[in-house]
């Protein structure tokens, strides 16, 4: 079946991207406003994109247009005032809280006290990170690129990143990924997947591919 997205409504288009762009990674986003308010907010346009320099990036749709606000999300709004994110990654012990950030509270409300998720102050940047979650990356922002229609492209070069002590070895740089549980978003509103279904693949050099030929 071939779609043409210019002649399908956007939310159609959205639901072909999001049903087969799967899993997703899940940034659960903390950022403070000019006033110092702490903000969370969970985004699934978010990967890393580079690691020489390290680089994450967050596709960050139009705030609600019945909201008195200025069209765009708090996330959005704070890191284009203040330059900084914490990217803090997600569980299965925290994903129900990542979902109650998701709610679409007034922007003086609160997100992580509602959640029961709780700030613990970075290292070189003003929004903390979360406590709970086992990974978070401090994140400066290089630039924000403007998609049309509302949508943003954050980009943001990581300079601190926390690990929760069991998962890492520090000396080996070794991470037990697998001890780490996150959970990836899937299809729908409320599809996720858990991330303890693995197998094993080695990457091959030529002189093996030409050897598993013969
Ligand atoms: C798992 C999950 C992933 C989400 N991913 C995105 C995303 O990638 N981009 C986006 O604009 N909104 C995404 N949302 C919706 C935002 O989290 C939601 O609009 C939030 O209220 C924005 O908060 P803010 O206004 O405080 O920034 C996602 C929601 C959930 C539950």
């Known amino acids: 079946m071939h779609f043409d997205l210019a002649a399908i409504p956007e939310r159609d288009a959205y639901k072909l991207l999001i049903s087969t762009v799967v899993p997703r990674p899940i940034a659960l ?8 308010r702490i903000n969370a907010a969970p985004f699934s346009f978010f990967n890393a994109v580079s690691s020489v320099p390290p680089v994450v990036v967050l596709g960050i749709s139009p705030g609600d247009p019945s909201s008195a606000g200025d069209g765009y999300k708090d996330t959005e709004r704070n890191i284009r005032d203040t330059g900084e994110f914490v990217v803090n990654l997600v569980d299965e012990a925290i994903a129900e809280r990542m979902n109650v950030c998701a709610v679409d509270f007034p922007t003086e409300i609160g997100e992580l006290e509602h959640a029961d998720l709780h700030p613990v102050a970075s290292v070189g940047i003003r929004p903390p990170r979360i406590a709970e979650s086992p990974v978070s990356f401090e994140c400066e922002r290089i630039t924000g690129l403007s998609l049309g229609a509302g949508s943003m492209l954050e980009i943001g070069r ?23 549980r996150l959970v990836g978003r899937m299809h729908g509103r409320g599809w996720y997947a858990r991330t303890s279904d693995l197998f094993l693949m080695d990457r ?3 002189a093996e591919w030409k050897d598993g030929k013969r």
């Open 158 to 180: 990581v300079i601190h990143i926390h690990i929760r002590d069991d998962l890492v070895d520090p000396e080996r740089y070794y991470v037990a990924t697998e001890k780490m």
């Open 204 to 206: 091959m050099s030529l």
């Open 29 to 36: 986003v903390t950022t403070v406003d000019a006033a110092g």
